[in-house]
């Protein structure tokens, strides 16, 4: 995938030329969502962001759920002030699978060889046009980031090869969504929606999200190119060591 122009322009030479000596591994990173509440890490992911002490959080998010569907008028006002409560206390949790140089299976549809898997816990009821009330938490967003600039460089792969699930359902790593040397057909958010993970705007630096239905804001963009330029610039500033010591060309 390739990066915004404007934000690669802006990195210094010196790590540009760095990372490209350096990082030109061929294994790709999937990011995922769970279709789940905060607290129940699902899916054979890699590594797997959740919430910790999120129980309260996630039963008031069903109970809000229910009674929308069920449209308890009352009900909801209150249920929704919880969620918001219990959401201000959220804590970021982590948990470790599998190595990141271990294939995993049934992860990414066609992509589970060569390939790094990862996951946060969010998305209960989430549909094209709503997020509904577990949407990824900025610090969930944040927590991905950094995870993919670690995966990164552990396998020394280009944080280009980072593709969010909606991304590679739809083949966007190819010249075409239909090309013939693609190992699926398309089936993301911009064809038949069967897989969007992670397809939504974001907008800093609150980090809120939208649903991708939305008709975008100026300031908003792609949340996966959001995830690769965060990524890419902790890559940076977790190498400074080692490209800003290198000699000029």
Known sequence: MKMRTEFVEALPPAFLDYYRKHFQGDRKI?????????????????????????????????????????????????????????RKKAVLQTFTNAPYDQDLAEHTRGRE??????????????????LGHAFPLP?????????????????????????????AADNLD?????D?????????????????????????????VHAPLQSARPGWYRLGDWLRETALADVMKRTHGEWASEPEK
């Not at 060889?113 to 709503?130: H, Q, T, W």
């Not at 995870?147 to 396998?155: G, K, N, P, R």
């Not at 398309?186 to 974001?202: D, H, K, M, N, Q």
Request: proline share 9%; net charge negative.
């Open 30 to 86: 999937y990011g995922h969502w769970s279709g789940g509440l905060y607290s129940r890490p699902v899916g054979n992911f890699h590594k797997q962001i959740a919430v910790a002490r999120p129980t309260e959080l996630d039963e008031a998010i069903q109970k809000y759920t229910e009674a929308r569907e069920r449209r308890v008028g009352g009900a909801i006002p209150g249920l929704f002030h919880n969620i918001d409560e219990h």
């Open 113 to 130: 060889s060569n390939a790094i898997a990862l996951g946060i816990m969010c998305g209960y009821r989430a549909r094209p046009n709503d």
């Open 139 to 167: 610090l969930q967003l944040r927590g991905l980031a950094a995870l993919i600039a670690e995966a990164a460089l552990a396998v020394r792969a280009p944080v280009e090869n980072f593709l969010t699930a909606s991304e």
């Open 174 to 178: 190819y010249p075409a969504m239909d």
């Open 180 to 208: 013939p040397a693609a190992p699926h057909p398309p089936y993301g958010f911009r064809t038949t929606r069967e897989s969007w993970a992670l397809e939504a705007w974001i907008e800093p630096p609150a980090l809120a």
